[in-house]
């Protein structure tokens, strides 16, 4: 799974500025939030600089890479929408690895002996029980939803989910 092409996906969901006061990240660009980057002026962000921070700061650090091409898309958009732990402790926790945040070894192999297709299906199960608990719910439900909906859709059925795909 290409980056860009898993990033032009993420860009649907991650419009252009935005600063709503019931969103968390506070101030957005692409999805780049104030919150997460508190020096960078949000505003003047191109799309290409959210593009040199995403594969720097999301899409490397969840290791995407190694992962089956809907795998990598799911896992990424998870790291853009909920934040990088939170999508490297779901894909510990479908794969029965230690949740412990940190991809290693251990995270690789389990991750490894799963069916893509199943890893993507447990992974947004598990993904729409955090959602719906989010104090946030009531709020953002229906996008949530339907972007979940979208990426798991485009997860199994345009990228593939063999590795290489």
């Not at 921070?53 to 089956?68: E, G, I, M, P, S």
């Amino acid at each position: 799974m290409s980056f860009d092409k898993s990033l032009s996906i993420v860009l649907t969901f991650e419009g252009g500025y935005s600063n709503d006061p019931h969103d968390p990240g506070g101030e957005t660009k692409f999805g780049i939030s104030k919150k997460a980057y508190p020096t960078l002026d949000i505003k003047a962000l191109t799309k290409d600089d959210a593009s040199i921070l995403y594969k720097r700061d999301y899409w490397d650090k969840c290791h995407c890479d190694r992962w089956a091409p809907g795998v990598a898309l799911l896992v990424f958009d998870t790291a853009v929408n909920m934040g990088i732990h939170t999508a490297i402790i779901l894909l510990q926790h479908v794969s029965g690895a230690n949740p412990d945040g940190i991809i290693g070894p251990r995270t690789i192999e389990a991750v490894g002996r799963l069916s893509p297709s199943k890893l993507i299906q447990d992974y947004a199960a598990m993904r729409m029980l955090r959602y719906t608990n989010n104090p946030n719910w009531p709020e953002y439900k229906k996008g949530w939803t339907r972007r979940l909906f979208t990426v798991v859709t485009t997860a199994l059925t345009t990228f593939g989910t063999r590795r290489g795909s």
